[in-house]
């Protein structure tokens, strides 16, 4: 099997395809255009037995374009490469007017893998460019098209800038099919093959969802189980929806509810008082209430709270008690019998008895014994499951299911701290999750802890899983830092972050860095920020969306005399803070008006990487010192001394 990366470019008069082929590590280019004619050479390129295509976004607009050409070669062949660069360009004109038509997988001449799909990009909450992942994975060059796709191509060092771009973002493109594969460094990614676990999928089940994302993979896993298991056609199953006009959520409250203060009462009472109409769950739920010194928030996707700003640090006598739910919204719609009307109770044979309990006892066997597609996928379906079940677009939907679970996730945690409260002296609560709580209390009261799951575990049915922390570091409930007792290793939330996904802005990620080592290690910022030698890890990133565009502004003195000059951005610039370069500014497109990035900061560019000693980059090291302080002021200010 070959497996080849590519992209193409369609502009007004020129069509570009680059492929990277993985197997000989090789670049094949082809051009189609008045000056160059690639037509014939392509298609004998395409049709290469056992070929495999490999490409970001290549479904919903390169293939077509592909596909297009593969069909209509009897009829393309005669045509020069003008008339057939009309073509090609009249056919991406209709696929972006038609918001982009997939092909069939059955209908398709080479089958494609498309990575913008898999990650789920193409969702709202996540949608990432590929310049914005160059950006979020370090790459040399961040390159815009050199050209609009009006614009009309007459020169051969025109065709050459065109597939130059084009081979970067084939270059970009296979980087990030390493990161897919698990073949990277970045322990966030390492070892976990995402196309692995689709391709198993496939053999072990018969799925064809090698561009599904994690949640429609696992969501379709359940599917085809429920579908051969009770012998209904999966294109009925797909029709089916509960709809719910009213929900009360005091029919929601689990059976086991029961509380002993009045605070959680008022609780209770909330739920009880509360109506959900036409399953529109956004904002149906806010609710909160002071308990043992810290504030409760309830909505409907949860419970949350978090103890003031400051370091918690455990000590011989005091410990940090971080315990979770596992698997809390499956386990607890499994142990309550919850299932979507539409579905049935027989639901429950395929979401306990096949995925849920099942995944659980691989979990727990020898690392190396485990089977990779129970433990990884069906992860992707117990948790895609429940995720899609207030979707109106899944036949997972039945708000009433949704509601059940999450409010007997809030019941839970919240009779969990009730006992807990009860039965450890001095206890301070530090945090509260929708699955989990982290406490600090004396170490001899270890376990009564224990004690009060164990009793939570025979009241709920769900298990729990207990970590140790050496010490916290708390922001608020989605900014911290917390250091694990058994291995020293930290994990980050929020702005603590140090490899972010990849769809997130990776901004000055020295912060991150210099924070880490001032709150763990004692090394004061100012040491990490300007000792550090990895650039990128300075640098910046501006994303603009239609509404703006972006300006880079600087004083050019190589005439011997300072001359004004604007540099118009990318929708994606990389850069840092600098003690000599530019301004940056967005400019709203509908008024021209005018907004300051970093304002009182000089820029540079850094779009093309430059190697050269740190030095020479001219970083201004007080901007990050800063950036870093505003984070320690706002923790070390407002530091409680426990016990």
Known sequence: MLSEVYDIETLINLFTYTGYCRQTKTYHQFVIHKLRNDYEQLIQHLKRDKLIMIGYNNESFDYPVIHHLINHYEEYRWLNGYELSQKIYEKAQELINSQFNTVADYNKHVPQIDLFKIWHYDNTAKMTSLKALEIALNLPLVEDMPFDHNYWITTEEEINEVLSYNKNDVYATNVFLDVTLGKTENTLYKGKDKIQIRKDIQRKYGINGINFNDIKLGTELILQLYSRKFNIPAKNIRQLRTYRPRIDLKDCLPKWTNFETKEFEKLVNKFKSTTVYNGELKGALSFSIIYNGIKLD??????????????????????????????????????????????????????????????????????????????????????????????????????????????????????????????????????????????????????????????????????????????????????????????????????????????????????????????????????????????????????????????????????????????????????????????????????????????????????????????????????????????????????????
Not at 380 to 400: C, R
């Open 298 to 643: 309830y909505g409907v996707g949860g419970c949350h709270a978090c103890i003031k700003s400051g370091v918690y640090t455990a000590t011989n006598d005091i410990m940090i008690l971080d315990i979770d739910a596992d698997g809390l919204y499956p386990n607890l719609a499994i142990q309550q019998g919850l299932y979507p009307e539409h579905l049935g109770p027989g639901f429950l044979d395929i979401y306990d008895g096949e995925i849920v309990s099942v995944r659980m006892k691989e979990k727990h066997k020898p690392k190396k014994e485990r089977d990779f597609v129970i433990v990884e996928g069906f992860k992707l379906a117990a948790n895609g499951f429940y995720g899609k079940s207030n979707s109106e677009d899944s036949y997972a939907y039945d708000p009433l299911y949704t509601l059940k679970t999450t409010v007997s996730g809030q019941i839970m945690i919240s009779m969990w701290l009730e006992k807990l409260v009860k039965a450890i002296k001095n206890l301070t609560i530090l945090q509260v999750n929708t699955d989990g709580v982290s406490l600090m209390f004396n170490r001899k009261d270890y376990q009564k802890a224990v004690d009060v799951t164990s009793e939570m575990t025979k009241i709920t049915g769900l298990t729990y899983e207990f970590n140790e922390y050496k010490k916290m570091v708390i922001r608020d409930v989605n900014n911290y830092s917390a250091q694990y007792a058994i291995d020293d290793k930290i994990k980050h939330k929020g702005a603590f972050e140090i490899d972010k996904d990849l769809h997130k802005d990776p901004s000055m990620k020295i912060v991150s860095i210099a924070l880490e080592k001032y709150f763990f290690e004692g090394i004061p910022v100012k040491h990490t920020i300007e000792n550090h030698t990895n650039i990128y890890d300075y640098c910046l990133r501006l994303k603009l969306n239609a509404t703006f565009k972006g300006e880079y502004n600087y004083i050019d003195q190589s005439n011997g005399y300072p001359e004004k000059k604007t540099i118009n951005l990318s929708k994606n610039t990389r850069y840092y803070i600098s003690n000599k370069g530019g301004a940056i500014y967005k400019v709203r497109n509908d008024n021209n008006r005018i907004t300051g990035v970093n304002i009182g900061f000089i820029t540079t560019l850094f779009n093309r990487y430059e190697e050269k000693p740190m030095k020479d980059y001219n970083i201004n090291y007080q901007f990050y010192i800063m950036e870093c302080n505003k984070i320690i002021d706002l923790i070390e200010s407002k530091q409680l001394t426990l016990f």
